[in-house]
């Protein structure tokens, strides 16, 4: 079936290191992709999404990379700080579908 | 604006007892979500209104749990009878863009025992 993101990786980094977190989709008509970051206990919010029409976006400390040709979604989070310390979720959707598939998660933890 | 707004925070209840979630979506935003979060199987969809309207409910898991939205400032999710399994965050979100940009709230913790 269609899935995203398998895994609940743990990725640590040092406070000021740059981080890349990572998210694989299965199906090849998903056009419209958004990165969520949940703190504990806190509902996610929205860091940043990208059309399938780009392979790059870019925010404040944030860029997203699209490569449909693997179907693969990353978040890179520049100068990382403690405050980024959280749960990414990738999420996905496309053409005639009505809800947002979310995957598992990557817990992002910044060591001081 | 103070975001979405969910009720109760947290619920402790007893296996059998009906249990009803509430939802104040942003003001403005015609879309409505409810989400399930546990630890096996991530985020689900559970249901989506658009203008009051449920348009999509196949992410309801049983006849056990309904929803409504009876103006657009306002959303119930009730259980009945509640069961264990059903222990799980329960999140509300809104949009003003359907799909896209959905704003969480803090969510309903749910304890069944």
């Known amino acids: 079936g269609e899935s995203v993101g398998l895994h609940l990786p743990t990725l640590s980094v040092q406070e000021g290191d740059n981080s890349i977190i990572n998210c694989a989709y299965s199906n090849s008509a998903s056009d419209y992709f958004i990165w969520y970051k949940q703190e504990s206990g806190k509902g996610p919010q929205f860091i940043i999404d990208?059309?399938?029409?780009?392979d790059k976006r870019q925010g404040q400390r944030v860029t997203v990379l699209l490569n449909k040709t693997v179907k693969h979604l990353s978040l890179q989070i520049a100068a990382t700080q403690p405050g980024d310390s959280a749960v990414y979720f990738c999420a996905e959707t496309g053409p005639g579908r009505r809800a947002l598939t979310f995957g598992s998660g990557t817990r992002l933890q910044v060591q001081p | 604006d103070a975001g979405v707004i969910q009720s109760p925070r947290h619920e402790v209840t007893e296996m059998g007892q009906e249990v009803t979630l509430r939802c104040k979506p942003i003001s403005g935003h015609n879309s409505l979500f409810w989400y399930r979060q546990t630890m096996m199987r991530g985020l689900e969809l559970l249901i989506y209104f658009n203008n009051n309207v449920p348009i999509d409910d196949s992410g309801m898991p049983e006849d056990r749990f309904s929803a409504k939205m009876p103006n657009a400032s306002f959303s119930t999710l009730k259980i009945q009878p509640s069961e264990p399994r059903d222990s799980a965050v329960y999140f509300c979100a809104s949009s003003s863009r359907g799909l896209t940009e959905a704003f969480f709230g803090q969510g309903t913790r749910l304890t069944v025992v």
């Open positions: 990208i059309r399938s029409n780009m």
